[in-house]
């Protein structure tokens, strides 16, 4: 019930809905260091062993009916992202920065608290995959660039819960299940062509006291003002790892790196130059990576499943009320046969996260499924993001309407690893 | 709780289906793909063991798709839809020709399951019962049909001439659909049981196909025939505003089976083909991107996400029938899905594969030739996105034509 109770409390903060406005020069300032006040993390209790998450039950039986409680989370969240999010979004998009209250709301919801254990402190008692699909979908149904902004730190704890020692767990996460959860962001893509998360190009090397690191992150969420990364890197020539590094790290520098899409997040380049980091930074092993890599790619798929039926309802009520030619558009073949196919593949594409969420939360292999599901996810979105612009013509293509952004915001699907994780 | 699994209660089924295509259907593929029109006689053992699979509760037979009401635990059910369409699925990975040549599994058996009383089920019983909807000048316009049935005393009298009727020759009866009243449209249209050996129910011809040959495609001339009142399937009256409805809702039915079998070649191809394409050096791997792998490998990951998008819609609305959600959205969904994809897998298999998919020795070639109709039959690509989209618009037939 602890979600519950949060979500009741937090509505009466979201209804308050304070907007600050950010000054746009602040972020194309290029600056090192990090507008966050850092806080220290320190372990307050001792924890013996980590704290993990059993793996949902197999039902055996073929259903399509979210749990009750699966049912109530994403509507709340679907309700603050219609309240809260689409209102916020091309404002948000404009200025590179997504509105901190915003943030805060999102985190009161209890974003982050779903994926930790009651154990420490958080409300979930089996692995959910499945309820974090469905908060990220319900999210980029009001925008995608703000729902990676709001999901970036639960990526970071989502992390700590399934690889995190009992340091590390004991470390980091109180700050997450408490009052003011801090900026985090999972650090994996690199500039470069052809960028392969298997195959890293930032290396880590072992030292005396611990690790160092060295290379370049892109199009890391909240770069700026993250307190908290997980950053991957190869070890040693050996294979890619993570570590969790605290962003006054010395060593660590942020860029602004404004993209086509996915503004709304804050996203920078963040550059590890001989960062040392202690023994105790190492997050998993080379197994959890891979794991790591697939369900960010999944939470990547729930994104363009929430983004593209957003799409879906947009173009369906602006196709419906255009008159050209004496009646509606949406009486045209051409034009209704474009509604039928963003219909048609849309709904392949929350079927197949689905599969691959239920399957990684019950312990199935799920490579495929994820391998799938978002190579279906990165097809088909984009071309509903495409066709959302081409079916209000020269409108589309005007920032009056949301689907510019969505278009924009859409290209990410295939390319983008890290960021988000479920 | 979400889960996308087969039911644990149907892995058997699932595997006995497999084997059943393995020892039945695959091995007489190209037989029956190159002696069009001959009976498959090897069928016969299949058709018995099917029935009795049927008889006993737990088979895959076409009577499977009458809605059933039982629940689970969980008040979910898993039940004949979704077990029919598993079983099409490996069935079809076997041959989709034969399967539609299966005897008593005809879609006209469908039809009466579906819409038949349970006189006319318990009638029928037993029988191959076929399918009659298209006529030379009518297709997708199911509601133009021109074949006529007048009522005379205890019966009705049946003329005009119906095409593309799947096992119409070797069937028991055919399900004829006529109009009471052409000038009342579409609610007057009604499903007639006709029995093969009535007088006036002329085969005029069996058709030469691009694919699914081992299926046999009758075309029918109806010149006065008597079939007894008490062949109508459903109500007999012309209901203006329901009528068509009623011989329509079959296909929220048959249209998730006609996706699983597309799914079920559509897999046959990827599999053949990913095992060539391994003894040639390529390997797929699902964590590396697909934009750092050989071209090869990344058309194989497109086309399998194609795949899966197709099984999963199809699973989607046969278990929706299941549970008697209404389905015709998600139904149009799977088959507009599944029969473009399964032509673009089949085809792009070929492909990949050269000569060797091209050629007669490996089926792929004949797989490229079978999915066609699948995008073709039980509404065309075009007439399920016509569906759909009136669906999401809130649009009606005469406002989007």
């Known amino acids: 019930m602890g979600v519950l109770n949060r979500v009741a409390g937090s509505k009466l903060v979201a209804r308050l809905g304070v907007k600050a406005p950010v000054d746009r020069a602040l972020y194309h300032a290029t600056r090192t260091g990090f507008t966050a006040a850092n806080r220290t993390f320190a372990a307050t209790k001792k924890l013996t062993k980590p704290s993990r998450l059993p793996s949902a039950g197999d039902s055996g039986v073929f259903d399509l009916t979210p749990t009750e409680e699966q049912r109530m989370i994403a509507e709340t969240v679907r309700e603050f992202a219609a309240e809260q999010v689409r209102p916020a979004a091309a404002a948000a998009d404009d200025k590179c920065t997504p509105p901190p209250d915003l943030l805060r709301t999102a985190a009161s919801l209890g974003i982050t608290l779903v994926g930790v254990p009651e154990s420490l402190d958080g409300v979930a008692t089996e692995r959910s995959t499945v309820t974090n699909v469905l908060v990220a979908e319900a999210l980029a149904h009001g925008d995608l660039g703000l729902a990676v902004a709001c999901l970036a730190p639960a990526a970071v704890s989502n992390a700590l819960v399934l690889w995190g020692n009992e340091t590390q767990q004991a470390t980091y996460l109180p700050a997450f299940t408490g009052d003011d959860v801090p900026a985090a962001a999972l650090a994996i893509a690199e500039p470069m062509p052809l960028f392969d998360p298997m195959s890293l190009r930032t290396k880590a090397y072992r030292t005396p006291g611990g690790f160092t690191l060295t290379g370049e992150k892109s199009l890391v969420p909240l770069a700026s003002s993250a307190e908290l990364f997980v950053v991957a890197a190869d070890l040693e020539g050996r294979g890619p790892a993570l570590f969790v590094i605290e962003s006054s790290t010395a060593g660590l520098s942020v860029d602004p790196e404004p993209a086509m899409g996915l503004r709304a997040a804050a996203t920078g380049r963040l550059a590890l130059s001989r960062v040392s980091v202690p023994e105790s930074a190492l997050l998993g092993s080379t197994e959890s990576y891979v794991d790591c890599v697939r369900l960010s790619r999944l939470a990547w798929c729930a994104l363009a499943v929430g983004t593209g039926a957003a799409v879906l309802e947009y173009v369906t009520g602006y196709v419906n009320d255009r008159v050209a030619f004496g009646e509606p558009v949406s009486h045209r073949q051409g034009v209704a046969f474009k509604v039928a196919d963003i219909g048609t593949e849309l709904d392949g594409m929350r079927l197949l996260t689905y599969r691959a969420a239920s399957r990684a939360e019950q312990g199935k292999p799920y490579a495929r499924e994820v391998a799938l599901a978002r190579k279906l996810c990165a097809a088909k979105g984009m071309a509903i993001g495409s066709d959302g612009v081409q079916l209000l013509g020269g409108h589309g293509f005007v920032k009056e309407h949301p689907v510019e952004r969505w278009y924009r915001d859409l290209r990410a699907i295939g390319l983008m690893e890290g960021a988000v994780l479920v | ?401």
């Not at chain 2, 039945?24 to 063991?49: I, M």
Request: with cysteine; aromatic share 6%; hydrophobic share 40%.
């Open chain 2, 1 to 401: 709780m979400i889960n996308l699994e087969v039911p644990r209660k149907m892995t058997t089924l699932v595997d006995q289906a497999r084997q059943a295509a393995m020892a039945f259907l695959r091995p007489n593929s190209r037989k029956y793909d190159q002696a069009e029109h001959t009976y498959p006689e090897e069928l016969d053992t299949l058709a018995a063991l099917l029935d009795g699979l049927s008889a006993s509760g737990g088979g895959a037979g076409a009577g499977g798709v009458r809605r059933s009401s039982r629940g689970s635990k969980s008040g979910v059910v898993n039940g004949a839809n979704l077990s029919l369409t598993l079983g099409t699925m490996e069935m079809c990975w076997g041959d989709a020709g034969l399967l539609l040549a299966m005897p008593r599994q005809g879609l006209g058996n469908a039809a009466i399951a579906s819409v038949g009383d349970d006189d006319q089920v318990a009638r029928y019983k037993g029988k191959w019962a076929a399918m009659a909807i298209t006529e030379p000048d009518t297709g997708s316009d199911s509601g133009a049909i021109r074949t006529t049935a007048t009522r005379d005393g205890d019966h009705y009298v049946l003329n005009g001439e119906k095409i593309f009727v799947t096992s119409g020759e070797r069937a028991d009866c055919v399900v004829v659909w006529a109009t009471l009243d052409r000038a009342q449209g579409k609610a007057a249209i009604k499903s007639f049981v006709v029995d093969r050996d009535t007088p006036g129910f002329e085969l005029v011809r069996l058709e030469h196909k691009l694919g699914i040959r081992a299926s046999d495609t009758a075309h029918f001339r109806l010149d006065n025939v008597r079939v007894p009142a008490s062949n109508l399937l459903g109500s007999p009256e012309i209901k203006p505003d329901q009528g068509f409805a009623g011989v329509m809702q079959t296909f929220d039915n048959t249209r998730p089976l006609v996706a699983a079998m597309a799914c079920g070649i559509a897999r046959a191809a990827l599999e053949e083909t990913r095992r060539l394409l391994t003894e040639a050096g390529v390997e797929i791997d699902y964590d590396r991107p697909a934009t750092t792998q050989p071209a090869a490998a990344a058309t194989f990951l497109e086309l399998e996400a194609d795949y899966e998008a197709s099984y999963l819609l199809t699973l989607q609305a046969a278990w929706m029938a299941d549970n008697g959600k209404p389905n015709s959205l998600q139904a149009s969904y799977a088959k507009a899905k599944s029969g473009r994809s399964a032509t673009d897998i089949t085809l792009r298999c070929v492909e990949l594969c050269g000569t060797i998919g091209y050629g007669e020795h490996e089926l792929l070639e004949k797989w490229s030739r079978d999915a066609k109709i699948m995008d073709i039959f039980e509404g065309t690509q075009q007439i399920q996105q016509l569906i759909i989209a009136r669906r999401l618009l809130g649009k009606t037939s005469a406002e989007l034509k």
